[in-house]
């Protein structure tokens, strides 16, 4: 399972609709990943400039 590299909870990811490129945000925290592969699965913190 995917874990938000924020928050360590769990970022639900429907592996039969991702697909690269796609964004999943985390549900508790709001960190915004991208999908940079699927199989296996991985993801990059997008970070927010301010
Ligand atoms: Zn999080």
Redesign the pocket.
């Known amino acids: 399972m995917t874990k938000?590299q924020?928050?360590n909870?769990k970022i639900p990811i429907d592996d039969k609709t991702i697909k690269i490129g796609d964004i999943s945000v985390?549900s508790?925290?709001g960190?915004e990943y991208e999908i940079i592969s699927i199989n296996p699965i991985q993801l990059e913190l997008i970070e927010e400039e301010k």
């Open positions: 938000c924020e928050c909870c985390c508790a925290c960190a």
